[in-house]
C-alpha cells in the first residue's frame, strides 16, 4: 500500500500537475484606464523553459491555449531558454553540448523507465531551442500584438538567439525601452525592463521617457523589481515570473526553494504602494521537473 501510495505521488508530481494548466482569469480596475482600453484582454505566460520537458509538442499545446482565450495582447515575461547546458560551434558549423548529465542513479532510471525522466544523457542545442521558439511563437493569435523581456536564463545560455526568435515570431522585445498604443484620445503605455539578475535593468531612461499621460504597465521578469518600480510611483502595474510560484509548494508553509529576486513576492496579486504586482507561475520548469501544489499557469486579465 505505501509503496503504491509513493508510485501514485512520483506520478502526480512528475506527470500530471506539470501538464495541468491553470488557466486564471482576473479583472484589473486600474485607476484613470482610459474607456477606450476598458474591456481589453491582456494574457501572460512566462518561463516557457524549452528543455528536456517542455518539448514543441507541449509549447505547440499552450499556445492554442493563449490563442483560445482571443487575447488583445500578449506578454510574455522571460526565461525562454534554460539553462541546462552549454555549447559549442564546431568547425563545420554543427554545435555540441560541453556538458552532459552523469548516468542516472538506480531510482533515476527507475522514473526514466516509467516515462518521467527523457533521457539518461542529454546533449543540447540552443539553435534548436530557436527553431522550435520561432515555430511556435509565430503561431500567437492576439488582436494588436505581442510584447517579451528578457529572464536570467536567456542571459545564461545564448541570448542572441533568444532576441533572435523572438524577432522572427513578430514579437516586440521591450529591453528597457516604451511601446505605446493610443486609441482616439486613450493612452496605454507598455514598458519593459530588461533582465534584473544580469544587472540589465535600467529604469531611469524608461522613466524619463514615459509620457506623462496614461496608464503604465511595467514587464519585467524578477519579481522583487516591484520595490524598486512602485517607489516611482508611475506604474499602475507589473507583470512578472521568474519564480515558478517555487513549483513545490508544502501546505501551511510555503515555497522551500525560491530564487534571488523572487522570494517576496512569489506568485499571484499583490498591492506594493499604489502599485499592482502580479507573478506569474510559469507554464514551465527548472530542473526536477516537478510541481506540487503549484500548477502551471496562463494569467488572462481584463482591464477595467
Same mark, same amino acid.
Given at each position: 500500500?505505501?509503496?503504491?501510495?509513493?508510485?501514485?505521488?512520483?506520478?502526480?508530481?512528475?506527470?500530471?500537475?506539470?501538464?495541468?494548466i +491553470?488557466?486564471?482569469?482576473?479583472?484589473?480596475s486600474?485607476?484613470?484606464?482610459?474607456?477606450?482600453?476598458? $474591456?481589453? /484582454?491582456?494574457?501572460q *505566460?512566462?518561463d *516557457?523553459?524549452i528543455?528536456?520537458?517542455?518539448t514543441?509538442?507541449?509549447? /505547440?499545446?499552450?499556445?492554442?491555449?493563449v490563442?483560445? %482565450?482571443?487575447?488583445?495582447?500578449?506578454f510574455?515575461?522571460?526565461?525562454?531558454?534554460?539553462?541546462?547546458?552549454?555549447?559549442?560551434?564546431?568547425?563545420? $558549423?554543427?554545435?555540441?553540448?560541453? +556538458?552532459?548529465?552523469?548516468?542516472?542513479?538506480?531510482?533515476?532510471?527507475?522514473?526514466?523507465k516509467?516515462?518521467? *525522466?527523457?533521457?539518461?544523457?542529454?546533449?543540447?542545442?540552443?539553435?534548436?531551442? %530557436?527553431?522550435?521558439?520561432?515555430?511556435?511563437?509565430? /503561431?500567437?493569435?492576439?488582436?494588436?500584438?505581442?510584447?517579451?523581456?528578457?529572464?536570467?536564463?536567456?542571459?545564461?545560455t545564448?541570448?542572441?538567439?533568444?532576441e %533572435?526568435?523572438?524577432?522572427?515570431?513578430?514579437?516586440?522585445?521591450?529591453k528597457?525601452?516604451?511601446?505605446?498604443?493610443?486609441?482616439?484620445?486613450?493612452?496605454?503605455?507598455? @514598458?519593459?525592463?530588461?533582465?534584473?539578475?544580469?544587472?540589465?535593468?535600467?529604469?531611469?531612461?524608461?522613466?524619463? /521617457?514615459?509620457?506623462?499621460?496614461?496608464?503604465?504597465?511595467?514587464?519585467?521578469h524578477?519579481?522583487?523589481?516591484?520595490? &524598486?518600480?512602485?517607489?516611482?510611483?508611475?506604474?499602475?502595474?507589473?507583470?512578472?515570473g521568474?519564480?515558478?510560484?517555487?513549483?513545490?509548494?508544502?501546505?501551511?508553509?510555503? @515555497?522551500?526553494?525560491?530564487?534571488?529576486?523572487?522570494?517576496?513576492?512569489? %506568485? $499571484?496579486?499583490?498591492?506594493?504602494?499604489?502599485?499592482?504586482?502580479?507573478?506569474? &507561475? $510559469?507554464?514551465?520548469?527548472?530542473?526536477?521537473?516537478?510541481?506540487?501544489?503549484? &500548477?502551471? +499557469?496562463?494569467?488572462?486579465?481584463?482591464?477595467?
Amino acid at each position: 500500500m505505501l509503496t503504491l501510495s509513493v508510485l501514485g505521488f512520483l506520478i502526480y508530481i512528475y506527470q500530471i500537475e506539470p501538464q495541468w494548466i +491553470e488557466i486564471k482569469n482576473i479583472e484589473l480596475s486600474l485607476p484613470n484606464l482610459d474607456q477606450e482600453f476598458v $474591456g481589453w /484582454k491582456i494574457v501572460q *505566460i512566462t518561463d *516557457i523553459h524549452i528543455n528536456d520537458w517542455m518539448t514543441e509538442k507541449r509549447l /505547440k499545446n499552450i499556445i492554442e491555449l493563449v490563442n483560445k %482565450q482571443s487575447p488583445d495582447i500578449v506578454f510574455l515575461t522571460g526565461d525562454f531558454f534554460s539553462q541546462n547546458t552549454t555549447y559549442v560551434e564546431r568547425i563545420d $558549423g554543427s554545435f555540441v553540448s560541453l +556538458e552532459k548529465r552523469k548516468p542516472l542513479s538506480l531510482s533515476k532510471k527507475l522514473l526514466h523507465k516509467l516515462g518521467f *525522466i527523457d533521457s539518461e544523457v542529454t546533449t543540447h542545442s540552443f539553435v534548436k531551442d %530557436q527553431e522550435i521558439l520561432t515555430r511556435t511563437l509565430k /503561431k500567437l493569435t492576439p488582436k494588436y500584438k505581442s510584447f517579451s523581456v528578457l529572464g536570467n536564463h536567456d542571459y545564461a545560455t545564448d541570448v542572441t538567439l533568444v532576441e %533572435q526568435a523572438l524577432k522572427d515570431s513578430n514579437i516586440i522585445n521591450l529591453k528597457n525601452e516604451i511601446y505605446t498604443f493610443k486609441k482616439n484620445t486613450g493612452i496605454l503605455n507598455i @514598458a519593459g525592463v530588461d533582465s534584473v539578475s544580469f544587472s540589465k535593468d535600467k529604469l531611469k531612461p524608461i522613466l524619463k /521617457k514615459l509620457p506623462d499621460k496614461g496608464v503604465n504597465i511595467l514587464l519585467v521578469h524578477e519579481p522583487d523589481y516591484a520595490k &524598486r518600480s512602485s517607489f516611482t510611483h508611475r506604474f499602475q502595474l507589473q507583470l512578472s515570473g521568474h519564480s515558478h510560484g517555487g513549483q513545490v509548494r508544502i501546505p501551511f508553509f510555503g @515555497a522551500p526553494l525560491l530564487p534571488p529576486h523572487g522570494r517576496i513576492y512569489t %506568485q $499571484g496579486l499583490y498591492k506594493v504602494r499604489d502599485m499592482i504586482q502580479y507573478t506569474n &507561475r $510559469g507554464v514551465g520548469m527548472a530542473y526536477p521537473y516537478i510541481r506540487f501544489n503549484c &500548477r502551471p +499557469e496562463i494569467t488572462v486579465f481584463t482591464l477595467r
